[in-house]
């Protein structure tokens, strides 16, 4: 019995001695934990850690629709964060990846990214909305640019060129900026045109301190982009250039209220180039005086590149921004037995084939 217990209890005591793999069990959580703790340390150190603004100032777009993945790339492309998913996981975790707005914002010295998530969050941009309607020209652009206290219609003009209805387009003449090196639509536009036609009109969210040239930049990178490659490829299928197409569009716009009668328009403008008729159009005479009110016989017979019914052809240029109908009404114009029209007092357009009919029209709609 003896022997028994000493058995037992050598027994006890032998699997009381710790094992190899015993031994080690405890340690391994311990170990794991240790390790997390250090990268959960390392993550927060990373995600708070100011880091220093590139050049101590620094203005970035965010584009509308952005998700939280998008803009953390969009901050580490640019120096202000060392790893999107930081962005990305503090945007999670505090609630706010559904909450980042779009806009123009600056940043200055340091930054942490809840300082990035909480400026995106709240929506403390650095920035205006400048809205430019289809059809303005940049006489109208010149004027609103004005009354908005951004800048004078000649800081404008010095970068796009002066219409000629405007005291700076007749002399002396600014000579517009050339931009043909970053945009390709205006690689078939003369140097000596302006930047009248390429403007695209839109609503822009532009830097409060932005200036002029970094807007036209802005209007022209929207241009190139609405002239799509099926747009580009139709009017080289023409045998047209990009400068010929605005230039019609401008026409169309400044003339025809009513998307429907549009491609109409286009189609007779077309046609009369190509019989070498005279454009005759209203629009194009108010440019070149800057007025607003329909034409006088003196305005008519004004000698002026841009009075198309004086000079063969095309006016020298776009004479307005048009918008996107008048320029797919100018590359798909509408055929038909048409080659008059007008624009009757109560908006509509009234259609002549001949110019018995179109006379006939101006009594009946214009007297």
Not at 205 to 227: C, G, H, Q, S, V
Request: proline share 8%; glycine share 8%; charged share 25%.
């Amino acid at each position: 019995m003896n022997n028994e217990q000493e058995r037992t209890g050598g027994e006890r005591a032998k699997n009381t001695e710790p094992t190899e793999g015993r031994g080690r069990r405890p340690r391994m959580p311990l170990a794991v934990s240790c390790s997390l703790l250090i990268l959960l340390a390392l993550a927060g150190y990373a995600a708070f850690a100011p880091l220093r603004v590139p050049e101590g100032r620094l203005e970035i777009e965010i584009p509308a629709g952005s998700s939280s993945r998008a803009i953390g790339e969009l901050f580490q492309s640019r120096g202000l964060l060392r790893s999107k998913w930081t962005f990305v996981a503090y945007a999670t975790l505090a609630g706010e990846a559904q909450n980042l707005k779009a806009g123009n914002y600056e940043f200055f010295g340091r930054v942490t990214v809840p300082e990035l998530v909480q400026a995106l969050s709240a929506g403390k941009s650095n920035e205006r909305i400048i809205t430019v309607p289809e059809g303005w020209d940049l006489s109208d652009l010149g004027r609103y640019f004005e009354r908005e206290g951004m800048f004078p219609a000649a800081e404008l003009y010095a970068v796009t060129g002066a219409p000629p209805g405007t005291s700076q387009g007749r002399n002396p003449k600014p000579k517009p900026k050339d931009f043909s090196k970053e945009f390709p639509t205006l690689a078939d536009k003369p140097p000596s045109a302006g930047l009248e036609g390429y403007l695209f009109p839109d609503t822009y969210r532009i830097f409060r301190d932005a200036p002029i040239k970094e807007i036209a930049r802005k209007m022209l990178a929207n241009f190139e982009r609405r002239i799509d490659p099926e747009l580009r490829a139709e009017i080289a299928r023409q045998g047209k250039s990009v400068f010929e197409i605005i230039t019609v569009a401008s026409l169309v716009e400044k003339e025809i209220p009513h998307a429907e009668d549009r491609p109409i328009v286009g189609g007779i403008l077309w046609e009369r180039l190509r019989r070498g008729l005279p454009l005759q159009v209203d629009a194009s005479v108010n440019y070149a005086t800057g007025k607003r009110e329909t034409p006088s016989a003196a305005d008519l017979a004004l000698d002026s590149p841009y009075n198309t019914y004086r000079v063969p052809g095309l006016p020298a240029g776009p004479i307005a921004n048009p918008g996107l109908g008048a320029i797919r009404a100018a590359v798909y114009p509408e055929r038909s037995s048409y080659l008059y029209y007008l624009s009757a007092p109560d908006g509509r357009t009234v259609f002549s084939r001949t110019l018995e009919e179109h006379n006939a029209a101006k009594v009946k709609y214009l007297k």
